[in-house]
């Protein structure tokens, strides 16, 4: 994958994913992935996450990346776990200077009109809208993105797949990012991936 915006629209569900356990990783890729999700968020929020990276990776078709990325010494550790894109909760200049510099994917996390300038400044079209819904919500995001016509969106944090098409049906979300397509079995799991990859982008 070579942009940001190639990685957004290659489906329009990105699994948020919370791995403990690094042998359950694998499996639930492939489930993802034979469901029809290719891209996949790996959160820093585990000590097995960069195993996780690691064994995902293995699976053909996956595009994975590591998600709540809050340092640069983080960067360092998932870069060299083989991540293919970076998410980030929020932005700052310390954090997105040597990412951007480096030239691998980046969507940083954005809640304000300061949090996109900030990004613009650093040469980004593309962001998170995080915590989505905590932050108002479409609405909100609809009178964010107003003023920023260039910007892309991936709205995430409490969305569901009733809320999903919603937002998608809005021209700048190229992709919502969820947690919800990873509950139950994996025949579960590749199910509700399934679904989530049928929602239209617009």
């Known amino acids: 994958m070579s942009d940001i915006e190639t990685i957004m629209r290659t489906s329009a569900v ?12 694998r499996p639930l890729a492939e489930a993802l992935v034979k469901g029809g999700l290719r891209v996949l968020e790996v959160t820093m929020r585990t000590p097995a996450a960069l195993d996780a990276i690691r064994e995902m990776k293995q699976v053909p078709g996956a595009i994975v990346g590591a998600g709540t ?17 970076i998410v980030s909760p929020g ?13 691998v994917p980046y969507l940083p996390g954005v809640a304000n009109a300061g949090d996109i300038m900030r990004g ?11 915590p989505a819904e905590a932050n108002g919500g ?19 944090g409490g969305i569901t797949a009733a809320s999903a098409p919603e937002y998608l049906g ?5 992709c919502v990012g969820g947690s919800w397509i990873t509950g139950g079995s994996l025949a579960d799991v590749e ?12």
């Open 14 to 25: 990105i699994p948020v994913l919370v791995i403990d356990d690094a042998a359950t990783a």
């Open 69 to 85: 990325v809050v340092s640069v010494e983080q960067f360092g550790q998932v870069m060299d776990a083989g991540a293919e894109f």
């Open 91 to 103: 932005l700052t200049e310390t954090l997105g200077r040597p990412i951007v510099e480096s030239g």
């Open 120 to 130: 613009y400044d650093l040469g980004l079209r593309h962001f998170k809208f995080f």
């Open 138 to 156: 479409l609405k909100a995001l609809k009178s964010l993105a107003a003023p920023f016509y260039e910007a892309k969106f991936c709205p995430t």
């Open 170 to 174: 809005f021209g700048p979300v190229l």
């Open 191 to 202: 199910a509700k991936a399934r679904e989530a990859a049928g929602l239209a982008q617009s």
